[in-house]
């Protein structure tokens, strides 16, 4: 007996007090890494945790919060009206200009105006059936006016499942034009657009929309409906607004790929998984865990790593609350009454049997995708792994002064306004952590989130930065978003409950005006049409760059065919959608070495990369005469010619 009250005693202490110091020591260790290594997470997520601690250690000393501040009652029913004339708005914009800088003007005020409407609306008028209409709705318009206006498709990966896999599918009934691919052991994202198409008999093109366009913006409901089994209703419509604006997955709302189709079974898995470990739950809840896992493997390879991390993260939560570290004193913690944990060791082994399983038969690059991707991190860790190992930057180059010239102020700008929007969730984040940290408040669900936000991160900057990329970092943030934004939701409220009126307001405005600007004028939002021309790089093509490939593609003879090279992305097209061995333009000393030159006038933007005497790629500014000098012109349609070496005249146009 006495054992029992000297180990209560032991754990009687405040772990998220503790949790606060800890970060923030972390965070002031960590902040001399800037002056070792120039990179703008390096930068920045030290002043995060700093920051975070500090604005929670506040709340813990005052824990005077007077609850959220509110707009006039007339000022919330106006609000409404403006977000709905601000997409009504835009949607004639796009439908005239595409995704023109007038659009981006209407989207930032309109996005202002809907976060301000969900965080601050008066309490008697807050309709959540309202909000959610406004969230999905906004969603929807911005990520379908950059996917459906843009000529073609917008990214990389698309030429390839869509205008190649897809294709063939459709065409021959068969899974057969993707066998010696990896994804014939995961078709679902193919069959899906494939099928879609004959039966609502429209285009590949507009089925690709109709399916996964419009499933991206609906995936937002299933986060409200997550963090709404943990939170009241206007904190879940904040996450659910966070997620929905996120640069991160309005990328792969407009970029549709398998990893679009993963990530919507991802939050479909968090909202399921949840259910069960923080309310009462059936057979039913079980099933939809174990459809939604089948789902996501038979759909991506990478978006069901993902999935093991939060499952695993939901088990590791379990035999932490077993421990009596974070086991809950009391009752009528977040989600409710406090339940037993949930074993989710039996789904775990399920999923990891299964993957193991389908990988191991996965055919990639001559050999299973199990076996080439354990030899591809075992390469990596011989070869490339070291401390501070980055990748080299968009704008180091080699070869050339322009290669070699550092970024200008804008351009670092630019950076910083791509990764600010992950900062901003994750400096709330933090915050919500650290409040379910306390044993009054923990829960399985919220430490699941926690471990898995932490896991995820060490995915996206932990291995990289020790050059370790093999994990395909760019991928994860978008996932991370979804248990992200509902610890942010949690530390809002926090906020709101603990600190004084004066810092919650302030955090939560600047929050509010700051956060859709940076994540919809972001390199990862604006793929089709960047507001920033020169500096971010635009993945969508013009009419005439699309009608240029199937040209020379198909009636332009070159003597070095085998030879032709062009910019990136641009030549990612020749390769995905035809096949067409392309080579990366470089550049050395102002002239290109290459054969054949598949110039574009984009490239007098700076907004092309190229690569660099030292194979590097970088983005001059290039026009046709630095490129295509001492070159016969084979092709020219305006805004694409072919250069080739040895040819006198054009052929014509």
């Known amino acids: 007996m006495a054992q029992q009250t000297n180990d209560a005693r032991w754990f009687d202490f405040r772990l998220d007090v503790a949790g606060a110091i800890l970060a923030l020591l972390l965070g002031l260790a960590m902040l001399p890494l800037r002056f070792v290594v120039s990179q ?14 500090l604005l929670y250690l506040l709340g813990v000393r005052y824990s005077n919060g007077t609850g959220m501040p509110t707009l006039s009652p007339w000022l919330t029913r106006l609000l409404p009206t403006l977000v709905f004339a601000g997409m009504a708005a835009m949607v004639v ?50 990520r379908l006016a950059g996917a459906y206006t843009a000529p073609g498709y917008v990214g990389i990966d698309i030429w390839s499942h869509v205008a190649n896999y897809v294709h063939g599918i459709a065409n021959e009934n068969s899974l057969s034009p993707i066998a010696s691919s990896k994804y014939y052991a995961s078709p679902l994202f193919h069959l899906l657009v494939a099928v879609g198409s004959q039966l609502l008999d429209v285009s590949i093109r507009q089925a690709l929309f109709l399916t996964v366009g419009i499933a991206m913006p609906l995936s937002t409901l299933l986060v409200y409906a997550t963090a709404d089994v943990l939170v009241e209703k206007r904190l879940a419509v904040f996450a659910a607004a966070l997620f929905a604006l996120s640069g991160n997955v309005i990328e792969w709302g407009i970029h549709l ?18 259910r069960i470990m923080a309310s009462n739950y059936g057979p039913r809840d079980y099933l939809l865990v174990v459809l939604f896992s089948v789902a996501i493997i038979l759909t991506h390879q990478i978006s069901s790593f993902v999935m093991l991390v939060f ?21 009528g913690g977040l989600g409710g ?21 389908m990988w191991s038969l996965t055919p990639y690059q001559g050999s299973s995708f199990l076996e080439t991707m354990f030899s591809y991190f075992g390469e990596t860790l011989r070869t490339s792994a070291g401390f501070l190992n980055l990748a080299s930057q968009g704008s180091a180059g080699g070869g050339g002064e322009s290669a070699a010239a550092q970024p200008s102020t804008f351009e670092v700008a630019i950076t ?7 900062v901003l969730i994750l400096l709330l984040t933090v915050i919500g952590s650290l409040y379910v940290l306390h044993r009054k408040r923990t829960s ?38 979804a248990p992200a934004a509902v610890l ?5 409220g926090y906020l709101a409950s603990e600190t004084p009126r004066a810092v919650v307001a302030t955090v939560l405005v600047l929050f509010a005006v700051t956060y859709p600007p940076v994540t919809l004028l972001s390199s990862q939002g604006s793929l089709d049409s960047p507001p920033f021309d020169g500096v971010q790089t635009r993945y969508s093509y013009t009419e005439s760059e699309l009608a240029a490939v199937e040209t020379i593609n198909g009636t332009v003879n070159t003597s070095r065919q085998d030879q032709l090279s062009a910019d990136h992305p641009y030549g990612t097209v020749f390769e995905r959608a035809w096949g067409t061995h392309t080579e990366p333009i470089a550049i050395v000393n102002g002239t290109s070495p290459n054969g054949t030159l598949v110039y574009r006038e984009y490239a007098q933007t700076g907004g092309a990369y190229f690569r660099s005497g030292q194979g590097r790629a970088h983005k001059p500014a290039v026009d046709r005469s630095q490129l295509c000098g001492g070159y016969g012109i084979n092709y020219d349609n305006g805004q694409v010619s072919v250069c080739e070496r040895g040819i006198g005249t054009a052929r014509g146009n």
């Open 93 to 142: 914009v796009a439908v005239h200009q595409s995704r023109s800088p007038l659009f981006y003007y209407l989207a930032v005020w309109t996005g202002i105006t809907l976060l301000v409407q969900v965080l601050f609306s008066d309490e008697q008028d807050y309709h959540v059936g309202l909000l959610l209409t406004e969230v999905v709705v906004f969603g929807a318009v911005v």
């Open 337 to 357: 009454r406090v339940r037993e944990s949930v074993n989710l060791s039996s789904l775990l082994v399920f999923d990891l049997g299964l993957l193991t399983f």
């Open 488 to 492: 942010a939701a949690i530390g809002v």
């Open 40 to 53: 703008v997470y390096i930068d920045t997520l030290p002043l995060v945790l700093v920051v975070a601690s």
């Open 444 to 481: 399985q669900t919220t430490i699941a989130c926690i471990i898995a936000v932490l896991v995820m991160l060490v995915f996206i900057f932990g291995l990289p930065l020790f050059g370790i990329r093999t994990f395909v970092p760019g991928r994860w943030p978008s996932f991370l978003t």
């Open 311 to 331: 499952i695993g993260s939901g088990l590791i939560a379990k035999l932490l609350l077993s421990t009596g570290l974070l086991a809950p004193k009391l009752e």
């Open 257 to 274: 790929i398998p990893t679009s189709l993963g990530l919507v079974f991802f939050v479909a898995i968090v909202y399921a998984l949840t």
């Open 416 to 422: 910083y306004v791509n990764a600010m929007g992950l």
